[in-house]
């Protein structure tokens, strides 16, 4: 018999449910995802991924990326090796999926 479970957001580390790392629904290093719940006026530094693309849809609210404004129902697309930084315009719920989920892949721009 097929089974059912049932989960809480919260209980993952930053919005992040599926991937190579701890705690996770779906452990592999192909794909990593996350829901995120962002204040208004919440940042993120500005980093790049050397290895994984990362697509981030906004599912609520508006985003500052890069000095583009992000609104809802938007995705961004950015390529391995892109610098980009977050700022939340207002409360804002993205989707974050990165392929490949190459752990250790986030550098900061200095």
Not at 71 to 88: L, Q, V
Request: proline share 3%.
């Amino acid at each position: 018999m097929k089974k059912m479970n049932h989960y809480k957001l919260e209980d993952f580390l930053r919005g992040w449910f599926v991937g190579g790392f701890e705690p996770t629904l779906y452990k592999t290093t192909d794909v990593e995802v996350a829901i995120q719940y962002f204040k208004k006026g919440d940042k993120e530094a500005s980093h790049c991924h050397k290895i994984a693309t990362e697509i981030t849809a906004i599912v609520k609210g508006k985003a500052l990326m890069k000095g583009i404004i992000i609104n809802e129902g938007e995705i961004i697309k950015i390529e391995p090796g892109t610098y980009t930084d977050f700022e939340a315009l207002e409360d804002t719920t993205t989707v974050v999926v990165k392929l490949p989920g190459a752990l250790n892949d986030k550098y900061l721009e200095e």
